[in-house]
């Protein structure tokens, strides 16, 4: 196992008996592993603060449909809705807080997880903001996954290249990402980069943590494959760097700073100690 990803899930083992007071070790693929809760407690997944509002969001927008392995305590998707939940719901400046931390600073309109911006191409967006009538962020949150999606060199990702995604990439990317190899290999991340095609003003935040190195290849060779002009519109943010952002942010609530050191309890096991 990677250096990150070992540290991480040391971090949550230690997390879900000490902070959650969970004992009991829930499974993957027929082994038992203590980062993982039991199915049937997968809400501790929610930090406790906003637990019963999330639970309630999500009924309230069935469309969002929890991941297979949410109940892992690494789950990337429990992380997002963690994260961006609590200060997108108190709108305002607490949402431009966190926009800003993500590097948009910019008042945010309104927001949406699981988000399919285009459903005949049919990306789905971590979470997507609005931050005019124009120009939307789309957001691809990653925690401890060891590499971005990518897709098999078969007949119908190789005829969704030609109808969708070279017409979309052609004046965004170089060449060389759109051979097709190149492109399946990095499959995500450049249907993320199309997204970009519909409008000048629309922004990608790629959201991982700093010291996920695992990443880093994947990523590093599709950015310096980017056109100069649309790399202005990439922004990388690191998941420590977000957190400390926010918890020194003085125009925040005492109670959404304090949140934020619960984050960086649970997800950043070299800040947490």
Not at 20 to 34: A, C, D, S
Not at 101 to 129: C, I, Q, R, S, Y
Not at 221 to 245: C, F, H, M, Q, T
Request: glycine share 4%; hydrophobic share 40%.
């Amino acid at each position: 196992m990677k250096q990150y990803q070992s540290a991480l899930q040391r971090h949550l083992e230690s997390y879900a008996k000490c902070r959650l007071g969970v004992f009991e070790e829930g499974t993957f693929k027929g082994r038992h592993y203590p980062h993982v809760l039991p199915s049937q407690l997968r809400f501790l997944n929610f930090l406790e603060p906003v637990r019963a509002e999330l639970q309630a969001y999500l009924q309230e927008n069935p469309r969002i449909k929890l991941h297979q392995y949410f109940h892992h305590l690494n789950s990337s998707q429990a992380f997002a809705l963690n994260l961006f939940y609590p200060y997108f719901a108190a709108r305002g400046q607490s949402a431009r807080a966190l926009s800003t931390a993500l590097g948009v600073d910019a008042e945010v309109l309104n927001w949406e997880f699981e988000a399919v911006p285009d459903e005949k191409e049919g990306t789905n967006v971590d979470v997507l903001w609005r931050v005019s009538g124009e120009a939307s962020i789309f957001c691809e949150v990653k925690l401890s996954e060891t590499e971005f999606g990518t897709a098999k060199n078969d007949l119908r990702h190789r005829k969704k290249l030609a109808e969708i995604y070279r017409p979309r990439l052609n004046s965004l990317i170089s060449d060389d990402l759109l051979e097709e190899q190149t492109f399946f290999d990095h499959y995500q991340l450049l249907r993320n980069v199309a997204l970009l095609a519909d409008s000048d003003r629309h922004r990608l935040v790629i959201l991982i943590p700093r010291n996920n190195e695992s990443l880093k290849p994947q990523l590093s060779k599709v950015l310096a494959g980017v056109k100069p002009k649309i790399r202005g519109r990439i922004n990388v943010a690191y998941v420590e760097d977000s957190l400390s952002n926010l918890l020194a942010n003085p125009s925040l609530s005492p109670e959404l700073r304090v949140y934020a050191r619960s984050l960086v309890e649970k997800y950043v096991p070299s800040i947490a100690g």
